[in-house]
């Protein structure tokens, strides 16, 4: 199984990635941290699609400097409250990427999100409380594997 984590907080990110592999010793772990980076890396990620993707819905654009590039205008008009929206929408419009599953794992409540998950095919949401297990139950919900790859 490949599983791709899209978290900005290097500090959320590594407990996130150590649990998935704890609880998935056999699978592929990757990380992406900002938007810009997903957009950077968007045609090898659809080129050797993951089974799955972990989505955090609030990300910054880029890893801030002192001279950053102009944003895009979708990235300016949505801001960063939306930018894993966006890195989502690009997965499911892409032929090699719209099955994949999404989880949206975010302190954003699903309420805050109901048109954005209803437009989106094959996407959850899962809320960030501080406990990945409902994290792993819904990744087991979602991915059909076998009980060893599920790390049972």
Known sequence: ?????????????????????????DAEVKWIGTESEFRTHFESVAANPPDIVIMDVMKLWDVPSRNPAPLPDDVRRGGVSRAGIR???????????KDVPI???????????????????NCYHVPKEGDINPLLEKIRQVIPLTPNQHGL
């Open 103 to 121: 989880i949206l794992y975010t302190v954003l409540d699903e309420a805050w999100l109901r048109k954005e998950i209803r437009e989106l095919r």
């Open 1 to 25: 199984m490949k599983i791709l984590c899209v978290e900005d907080d290097h500090l959320v990110a590594k407990p996130i990635l150590d649990e998935l592999q704890a609880a998935f010793p």
């Open 87 to 97: 890195c989502a929408k690009m997965l499911n419009n892409d032929e090699r990427t």
